[in-house]
């Protein structure tokens, strides 16, 4: 055998090794296949191009087709539809048409894969069941509609084509007098649109367990199936697992596709404010902005997600949004509450008045919902648990262990830059609202979404145990849905990032310098 053949026989072998390295279960991790590397800096992605689409809500999510070289934005500006935008002649952006859906309640999300483009939309009725309505990316004639479980609130392809998968949010009405039961719908697309759509009730002899792990099941006169509420999916390399964010409840649901069925929640857990490594920045009436460490815990409650392998790992990057259940009417069903507001045990907060003050913990929301026992008809508070893990975590998305948090890091970072909102301080700091990982240059990247600095981060994963800082820049007003282009895909062959912006209704586009 010639040095060529030896030296081709030894690479294929030692790929074929990377691509099938086993996970702790035992399962083959198959990395997506290698692409080529353009020679782009990582550290300069700067806006090339921007588009204004309306007012408030204008643009919220995006889904890009490299075969029409068309960009879809999910828009609740006035009415619920989608705006089409033709990148044909990038960096010149132009809206061509607008596609309107008046009989639903709201519009969500969309996705695009192999021409076909998914549209997630509530029903009549935002507690009933909602649609998935499939179009052709070329005419956009309408393929199928498929009726999916109530509040559908992200829609997203498999890897392959072969499958749509919906979270199914299921959100209660205002006076929480109907409270639908959260889901997953999982659409066969080989097998004309079949749909399978399945619920948490399997789950419910585990709640125990569960909770014991940091989940939460607290909603207003809910049963478990009705207070799971999945937010956002994220779908393995191979296409046979998906991964879906259940915000309020402070967890991680797996998914066997092919199957059709919930194999695993995974509870979050909660971080610890009292540590170094995790210090937050608490009121926003102390005349400064800096982090530190107070006697509290944080819920992670993860939006959205992102699916990456890395070295035959498969790794989950978690965007810990927060949230909370506050704006229904019945007054049970708020959960919000100020810190000064509690009574707090003496015992474990021996210098209670201090940490009340507006200055020091007195203005943080914190939830009413857990670490208190009953003293007569009044709530005494042993432990704080704040609303949102101000950071993106990334997880082992096999166990579910967590692998590194990129929290602190990231605040200050967005403090030195002058781009910090200390309003925020006492309720979600900087608010990570997104996150994509994707490759650029060869190296793994997060790209970080923030939705009150009105900024994105980006962080070098490579190395998933040891995140490093890449950059920071500006966006519109308050960047909602972050969407990677690869090279291959976008219009120019160089890597796209594509930001809307909720707030100001703009679309924009960043690229990094060449090398």
Known sequence: MNCKKLFGAILIASLAFAACKKNPTDEPIIDPPTEAVVPEKIDSFKEIASIDLGGEFASEISAYDPLTKQLFVVSNDGGTKVDVVDMSKYPTVTKLKTLTYPNNAGINSVAVSNGLLAIALDGADKQGNGDVVVLKTSDLSEVKKITVGAMPDMVTFSPDGNYILSANEGEPNLAYTVDP?????????????????????????????????????????????????????????????????????????????????????TPLGTRDISLAENAFDVSDKDNKKELGTWPIKAYYLPDAISYFTT?????????????????????????????????????????????????????????????????????????????????????????????????????????????????????????????????????????????????????????????????????????????????????????????????????????????
């Open 181 to 265: 039961k959260g889901s997953i719908s999982i659409i066969n697309v080989k097998d004309n649109y079949s749909v399978k759509t399945v619920d948490f009730s399997a789950f419910e002899s585990q709640k125990a367990t569960l909770l014991a792990g940091g989940f939460r099941i607290y909603g207003y006169n809910a049963s478990f199936t009705q207070d799971i509420e999945p937010e956002y999916i994220a779908v393995s390399s191979d296409s046979k697992k998906a991964y879906v964010t259940l915000q309020e409840n402070n967890g991680v649901a797996e998914i066997d596709v092919v199957a059709g069925t919930i194999t695993k929640i």
């Open 311 to 515: 070295g035959g790992t498969a790794y989950l990057a978690l965007a810990n949004e927060g949230d909370t259940r506050q704006d229904y009417t019945p007054k049970d069903a708020k959960e919000e509450v100020r810190v000064k507001d509690l009574t707090l045990d003496p015992v474990k907060f021996p210098n209670a008045a201090t940490l009340q003050l507006d200055a020091n913990l007195g203005r943080l929301t914190v939830t009413n919902t857990a670490g208190f026992t009953m003293v007569g008809t009044n709530k005494v508070y042993q432990e704080l648990f704040s609303t949102g893990g101000r950071s993106v975590s990334i997880l082992n998305a096999s166990t579910g262990a967590l692998v590194a948090n990129i929290g602190k890091d990231l605040e200050q970072h967005v403090i030195d830059a002058g781009k910090y909102d200390d309003d925020r301080s006492d309720n979600k700091g900087v608010e990570v609202e997104s996150v994509t990982v994707a490759q650029v240059n060869g190296q793994t990247l997060a790209f970080i979404g923030m939705e009150r600095a009105d900024a994105i981060a980006i962080y070098n994963v490579t190395n998933p145990a040891a995140p490093k800082f890449v950059q920071l820049f500006s966006t519109g007003d308050a960047p909602e849905g972050l969407l990677f282009v690869k090279p291959k895909d976008s219009p120019n062959g160089r890597s796209l990032l594509i930001v809307s912006n909720e707030a100001d209704g703009t679309v924009r586009f960043y690229q990094p310098d060449k090398i």
